[in-house]
């Protein structure tokens, strides 16, 4: 069993910079694909940054030049740079991750843009 462990949300003002962070634990094959969503009150979860095992990164319309993912193979960690974060990027992000045939979700940290 797979369990994700997601830190590095808080309280930030408008402007300012998180860097989430989220490490992969337990009977690890090989992991595939990580990728980065978002759920904010009364929204659907949608998808903020992805990045497949060999590199190629994909990103919503509205974090692209703000927002950088990563990851470190090695610590089986995937970690999500915000920067410029705004009001409306506030929300419970949560990590996904693929390890062999099966998606498993984490259980979300909170980030809130906020004066």
């Known amino acids: 069993q797979v369990q994700l462990e997601e830190s590095g949300g808080g309280l930030v003002q408008p402007g300012g910079s998180l860097r989430l962070s989220c490490a992969a634990s337990?009977?690890?094959?090989?992991?595939?694909?990580m990728g980065w969503y978002r759920q904010a009150p009364g929204n659907e979860r949608e998808l903020v940054a992805f990045?497949?095992?060999?590199?190629?990164?994909n990103y919503a319309d509205s974090v692209k030049g703000r927002f950088t993912i990563s990851r470190d193979n090695a610590k089986n960690t995937v970690y999500l740079q915000m920067n410029s974060l705004k009001p409306e990027d506030t929300a419970v992000y949560y990590c996904?991750?693929?390890?062999?045939?099966?998606?498993?979700w984490g259980k979300g940290t909170l980030v809130t843009v906020s004066t």
């Open positions: 996904k991750v693929k390890v062999g045939g099966h998606y498993v």
């Open positions: 337990g009977n690890i094959l090989r992991i595939y694909d």
């Open positions: 990045i497949a095992d060999g590199g190629g990164t």
